[in-house]
């Protein structure tokens, strides 16, 4: 059985309502590297993280979901 490159990314569902959501959460449906999200992030393609704390950083929920909803406007 062949192996994709990016294997399907799971649904919009296990995005809470509202909040943050963790880097891990965030790669798992956005499939881009570590560096690639964190470039993005830097040169505005991707949302600004949010710290929570001094070693915690998350992205709002609704900044994901909109850029989950309109992937054209981060082409990479």
């Known amino acids: 059985m062949a192996q994709t490159i990016y294997p399907d990314t799971p649904p919009k569902a296990v995005l809470p309502n509202e909040g943050f959501a963790r880097l891990p959460l965030v790669l798992s449906l956005i499939p881009v590297s ?37 992937p054209a406007s981060c082409e990479l």
């Open 34 to 70: 570590k560096s690639t999200w964190w470039a993005g992030c830097k040169s505005g393609r991707f949302p600004a993280p949010v710290k929570l704390g001094p070693r915690t950083t998350a992205w709002r929920v609704s900044d994901i979901r909109a850029l989950l909803d309109n």
